[in-house]
């Protein structure tokens, strides 16, 4: 099993949409997890942390399923603005860290 | 301020050239992070400075050489690259010093290199 697995998509959502992706990890050690943004031709930013069961911000929300090995990203109300690649990252403190390969938002108006 | 500088933003370099890139911070962060992106790929982790002390060193090949000269800066140091590691390299800090690093990453905006 891969480290970290994301479906690449491309997820194609229309304006307003709610969409949700899976990230699964193998490592049963990861305490922390991360989601990040990289816009096209740009760097990685830090949209979501979650330390515990999940997190929550205006829009977004992250779920943690630590029996399964998933973390979930759902974003409701989908902006033209969410056009956006997302990678997940586990942390488990002192192993070198591995970024999800991402998966590709398209938000159609 | 969460911002992390790199230069140059582009660069363009000869197999037998030697060339340097730098990052700066000033958050106070205790890691630093040097990945290579390739196209449609993800930041592959190269190195990982803690406490200006080099943690993680991901078996990347000796022509690429890190430096930390203090908690604010990290190089990378370039020198007889190869066609196939023109990338995108990203900076990155964290305020945790941890020896495997810490998933919350600050990114500079990375410099874009070919190598011809």
């Known amino acids: 099993r891969k480290e970290v697995e994301q479906d690449p998509g491309p997820f194609n959502v229309p304006e307003g949409a709610t969409v949700a992706f899976n990230c699964t990890y193998s490592n049963s050690a990861s305490q922390s997890f991360f989601w990040y943004r990289q816009d096209c031709r740009k760097e990685p930013k830090l949209l979501m942390s979650?330390?515990?069961s999940g997190n929550e911000d205006g829009r977004f929300t992250a779920q943690l399923n630590r029996a399964s090995q998933y973390i979930s990203l759902l974003i409701r109300d989908s902006k033209l603005s969410d056009s956006a690649t997302y990678l997940c990252?586990?942390?488990?403190?002192?192993?070198?860290?591995?970024f999800g390969k991402g998966t590709r938002l398209s938000v159609i108006a | 301020d969460t911002e992390v500088t790199q230069t140059p933003k582009h660069l363009v370099m000869g197999m037998t050239n030697k060339k340097s890139l730098k990052c700066e911070q000033h958050m106070g962060h205790r890691a630093m992070y040097w990945y290579k992106q390739k196209a449609k790929k993800p930041p592959e982790l190269m190195f990982v400075y803690s406490y200006e002390k080099l943690s993680i060193n991901e078996s990347v090949p000796s022509r690429f050489s890190p430096e930390c000269p203090n908690s604010s800066l990290l190089n990378l140091h370039l020198h007889a690259l190869q066609p196939e590691d023109s990338a995108l390299y990203l900076c990155?800090?964290?305020?945790?010093?941890?020896?495997?690093?810490?998933?919350?990453?600050?990114f500079g905006p990375g410099t874009r290199l070919t190598v011809t």
């Open positions: 990155a800090s964290s305020a945790a010093g941890l020896a495997g690093g810490s998933g919350e990453q600050y």
């Open positions: 979650v330390y515990s």
């Open positions: 990252v586990p942390d488990s403190g002192n192993t070198p860290l591995v």
